[in-house]
């Protein structure tokens, strides 16, 4: 959406507006409507969720601090905590019910959309918004996954930091009036940013946010898209260091024998991946059939059961890297592998269900990674010189499980290549994924991030011109009249603007009405007099705002609304501006071509 303000005359003697206030707009104006400026905003986007990422990850770190006494509850077996040590482990059963306490009422009262695991509201966005996304999100994301992150929820950090890069690619183009598609472009920036910044992994950044974020991979969003991404990664690494996620030993594959294995491992994980998605949505289906109360207190009374599992289980406290580090090197055996895989399933899940704000893609990893070593070491025991390392399969699986439930197949490949530093595992890595997204595909109609979104009446694949956003289709508002304007000089304008109507503003520039030119000269040829104000043969058509579906501009059109004006102002979501207009002629072109290429045109200075 582009706000445009209907110009209301300066006084005489002065100009229309300061010269700071040209040159901001003639600044931004630049940078939104050039190549050049597209690679800039794309940088600063980058840096942004670079160093967002950075901080994200301090707050996650301070708040586990506070809550437990280390640094990474995951790995500290059932250690008390050193501020209250007369609880003894006992005291975990509470902190997922302080954070709930602190983060849901923030979520509630400022930004419910920062609820779950974000990168579904992300990918709604850029589908049906024209990347418009709340500049609070941002905030309220951050905090809100830090404290349940850091208070024992068992998500990951990527999907937050998702959201979080996106608002800011979101709120950064909109400070410079960006139209729709390049408003999308940074969102996805934003989102490839954030994960490059996390994981270390720059190519994974940029493939998740094509393959899941714009679904396209055009030149034009390719290259900002990696610029962005490589802003974040350097930026991340000036700050954490450059060196691998995982610190593991040389994998290799040295026997032809072990591709099989690996089909396997692919239909097995892809399967898991679908039952993963499963799993998350029938808990949060019996979390929302049995909580009656606030929503505001539903993450801290769910945070006592949490709390429960993380009692029994403590390896589920947070995001848990030192414990995937431990099992995909083989540290942890069988059976107690499969019951970290369920215990992840679940008590993820469970902080979904209850309110929790966090990823799903590290928890996806975490899952990959139990079913891989297992997987590797039952083979292992059955003929070790054909098998090779468990840490092998370990690796592949935790792919081939991301691949399984997010149906994004460069992206698995990718962010697993950059989180070893391995390419010895490269071919059986690609041969898992492909067969993992096959399983899934046959398996389940949507992924983890779709479900959510499908649960809602939303189908991203759906093409219907009609569910688009008013902003991406509308036309450029017309210079308005100011409502007090003499009738006689409205007709002369109408006139020369050659438009059967105008939008009419009062002093503030605040949308009051249209003029149409039909209304006006009748007006004036029944006797009132040419000096009345304009605003007495005003009209008020029903209110459209840029948010909408253009399914309901459509209906007011064929409902001969606008008939006499020529279409249908569009109004700011506060409708109080007018930032286009509806015309039948824009209305046919968006049913008939499909998506714009820029959304919504440039706005006239």
């Excluded at 004036?524 to 007495?536: A, D, R, Y």
């Excluded at 004006?565 to 968006?590: F, H, K, M, N, Y």
């Amino acid at each position: 959406m582009v706000p445009v303000t209907i110009p209301t005359p300066a006084p005489a003697g002065k100009p229309a507006r300061p010269a700071r206030e040209r040159t901001a707009a003639a600044s931004a104006r630049r940078l939104r409507d050039s190549p050049a400026g597209l690679a800039v905003l794309a940088v600063l986007v980058g840096v942004g969720a670079g160093y967002g990422a950075v901080l994200f990850r301090w707050m996650i770190e301070a708040v586990t601090l506070v809550l437990t006494g280390h640094e990474d509850y995951s790995d500290a077996g059932r250690a008390a905590n050193p501020h209250v040590p007369w609880l003894g482990p006992w005291f975990v059963l509470f902190t997922p019910v302080v954070a709930g306490l602190a983060y849901g009422p923030l979520v509630q009262r400022f930004a419910r959309e920062a609820r779950g695991h974000g990168v579904p509201e992300v990918m709604f966005a850029v589908a049906r918004q024209g990347g418009r996304i709340a500049p609070k999100v941002a905030l309220v994301k951050s905090v809100a996954s830090a404290l349940c992150i850091g208070g024992g929820g068992s998500v990951g950090r990527e999907g937050p930091i998702v959201q979080i890069g996106a608002a800011l690619g979101s709120t950064l183009g909109g400070w410079v009036r960006c139209g729709a598609a390049h408003l999308r472009l940074l969102v996805a920036c934003g989102a490839a940013g954030g994960i490059a910044a996390t994981f270390n992994a720059p190519l994974a950044g940029l493939f998740f946010a094509m393959e899941l974020i714009l679904r396209d991979f055009t030149v034009r969003s390719f290259g900002l898209v990696a610029m962005a991404s490589v802003t974040a990664s350097v930026a991340g690494r000036s700050v954490l260091g450059d060196r691998p996620f995982l610190d593991l030993p040389p994998l290799t594959v040295d026997h032809v024998f072990a591709y099989g294995l690996f089909l396997l491992l692919g239909a097995i994980a892809g399967a898991v991946g679908v039952l993963f998605t499963k799993v998350l949505y029938l808990v949060e289906d019996a979390c929302d059939a049995v909580w009656r109360g606030p929503e505001w207190l539903r993450p801290a009374v769910g945070g006592l059961l949490l709390g429960g599992v993380l009692l029994a289980l403590p390896q589920m406290y947070g995001v848990g890297y030192p414990v995937l580090q431990e099992g995909v090197e083989g540290g942890y055996a069988i059976g107690f592998l499969l019951v970290l895989l369920a215990g992840k399933m679940f008590a993820c899940s469970l902080t979904i269900g209850i309110g929790g704000s966090g990823g799903v893609f590290a928890p996806s990893l975490f899952i990959g990674g139990m079913l891989g070593s297992a997987y590797g070491q039952a083979w292992h025991h059955a003929s070790a010189a054909v098998v090779g390392s468990p840490t092998v399969y370990a690796v592949i699986a935790m792919a081939a499980v991301f691949a399984g439930s997010a149906r994004a197949p460069i992206t698995a490949v990718l962010i697993v290549f950059e989180l070893t530093g391995e390419y010895g595992v490269i071919l059986p890595l690609m041969t898992a994924v492909a067969v993992a997204t096959g399983v899934s595909r046959l398996l389940s109609r949507d992924t983890v991030y779709t479900a959510k979104l499908r649960r809602r009446g939303v189908d991203l694949e759906r093409t219907d011109p009609g569910g688009r956003p008013v902003a991406e289709v509308m036309e450029p508002a017309p210079a308005g009249l100011p409502a007090g304007t003499p009738l006689v000089e409205a007709v002369a304008a109408l006139t020369a603007a050659r438009r059967p109507g105008l939008p009419l503003a009062d002093g503030t520039g605040a949308y009051c009405g249209v003029v149409g030119a039909l209304a006006a000269t009748t007006a004036l040829g029944s006797g009132t007099g040419p000096l009345e104000p304009v605003s007495q043969a005003a009209s008020f058509p029903p209110v459209l705002t840029a948010d909408e579906p253009l399914s309901r501009g459509l209906a007011l059109l064929s409902g001969a609304a606008g008939a006499d004006t020529g279409g249908l102002p569009v109004l700011d979501p506060g409708r109080i501006r007018v930032v286009g207009w509806l015309s039948e002629r824009a209305a046919l072109r968006a049913l008939t071509e499909g998506p714009a290429g820029d959304g919504s045109p440039p706005v006239p200075e």
